[in-house]
């Protein structure tokens, strides 16, 4: 397998949505990378500093009650979900795709996942048309960024 830097890149939600179609088990992380994410083995909790049992991911399977419903819509979702992660935790933190084994859940529910194996970037553009699909929606919805309380 290539170097984790040298993944090929997803650039368009249509790609996207093949890819979650072709494949089960995928999950898109938010970070500065599989190449760094991979030496760490596993992520923290962010309030305790508690190492978790694997990285914290965030599933991409259609859910079955989905239907026949827009996959490119399903992953527009999924992405816009954590958009705000970027700006949360700083410069170089992006998407990227991974297949792995589910091991637990983290504090937030979120899957950890283990033995991860990294498939793609997933590009600006890609995030910036998820964007727009989520607020064509007649009941567009915000990400699940957590005000301060």
């Keep these: 397998m290539s170097a984790p830097e040298d ?15 072709r494949h089960r088990g995928l999950y898109v992380r938010w970070s500065r990378g ?23 991911a965030n599933p991409l399977d259609v859910a079955d009650w989905w239907g026949d419903r827009s996959p490119e819509l399903w992953v527009a979702r999924r992405l816009y979900d954590y958009a705000h992660l970027p700006h ?12 792995g084994r589910e091991s637990g ?4 529910n979120e899957p950890l996942v283990t033995d ?8 600006d553009e890609v995030i910036e048309t998820a964007r727009t699909e989520v607020s064509r929606q007649e009941r567009a919805w915000g990400t699940l ?5």
Excluded: H, Q
């Design 88 to 99: 949360d935790k700083g410069p170089g933190v992006r998407p990227w795709v991974l297949k």
């Design 34 to 56: 599989p190449g760094l994410d991979l030496e760490a083995v596993s992520s923290a909790d962010e309030l305790t500093g508690v190492p978790l049992p694997g990285l914290s």
């Design 7 to 21: 993944l090929p890149t997803v650039s368009t939600l249509a790609e996207a949505a093949e890819l979650v179609a």
């Design 116 to 123: 991860v194996e990294p498939l793609c970037w997933i590009a």
């Design 105 to 108: 859940r983290g504090p937030d």
């Design 145 to 149: 960024r957590r005000g301060a309380g």
